[in-house]
């Protein structure tokens, strides 16, 4: 699935512009779930609460107070992940998407070949970033959340919480599937926590201090090898 967002203050341009997604999606046999915005207030409001939501975000340009570079630049200190293309009617804004890693830019009305284009290195950017996130489901949503994000998961029976600083993320599974699909990035520090080791800041007895001040209990059977780990990530920072 592509979870597509398309944010235009003009109801008919996302009408059109949806609408040539929806057929080259079906086309290519590939399910998109579309999110419409009018405001690039509404889109980061919504995104706030939605973190981890969306895949690729269509963004027009001249939009009411905040238009498309603003709100780009403040979805990129939401989600550093998430693609963006610029849609505009303008042509001399076409250098301004680089300083925020915008896949592309297109000119209004959009033709079927330039779509076809920016969703090939969408679904090929996405691909690629799938090593520096981690991929969970909680319902009929999928979450995409960038390992960089990430503080800690706690478990507890069978559901599993990846914690953020800005929200917590709620899954069925079990911790020791998650260690083994991270990898060494993450440290298992008890029985119930598993731990970013670049988000410690300090081991304090039998408790790690993490960057934002949290504290986790270190279990007696994991301190040995939990010390080991970090010590390791630390001098290869």
């Keep these: 699935m592509l979870r597509i967002g398309i944010c235009d203050d003009v109801y008919d341009a996302r009408l059109v512009l949806r609408s040539a997604l929806e057929r080259i999606l079906e086309r290519r046999h590939v399910e998109g779930r579309f999110f419409e915005f009018s405001s690039g207030e509404g889109l980061l409001r919504w995104l706030e609460s939605h973190a981890g939501e969306l895949d690729l975000v269509f963004l027009d340009m001249e ?4 238009d498309g570079m603003e709100t780009a630049r403040r979805l990129r200190a939401l989600d550093v992940g998430l693609q963006l293309v ?7 804004h076409v250098f301004d998407g680089y300083s925020v890693g915008a896949l592309g830019y297109l000119l209004k009305p959009p033709g079927a070949e330039q779509l076809e284009e920016v969703l090939d290195r969408a679904q090929g950017a996405l691909y690629r970033d799938l090593d520096r996130a981690y991929i969970c489901r909680s319902g009929d949503t999928h979450y995409r959340i960038p390992l960089g994000s990430i503080s800690y998961f706690v478990s507890d029976r069978r559901q599993v919480t990846c914690v953020t600083p800005g929200r917590e993320y709620t899954f069925y599974g079990k911790l020791d599937a998650v260690a083994a699909e991270l990898g060494e990035a993450f440290v298992r520090i008890h029985q119930r926590y598993l731990v970013r080791a670049a988000a410690v800041d300090r081991v304090e007895g039998s408790e790690v201090v993490l960057r934002d001040g949290a504290r986790l209990p270190v279990s007696r059977s994991c301190q040995q090898a939990a010390l080991l780990a970090l010590t390791r990530v630390e001098l290869e920072r």
């Design 63 to 66: 939009m009411g107070e905040l």
């Design 86 to 92: 610029f849609v505009t009617g303008y042509a001399d």
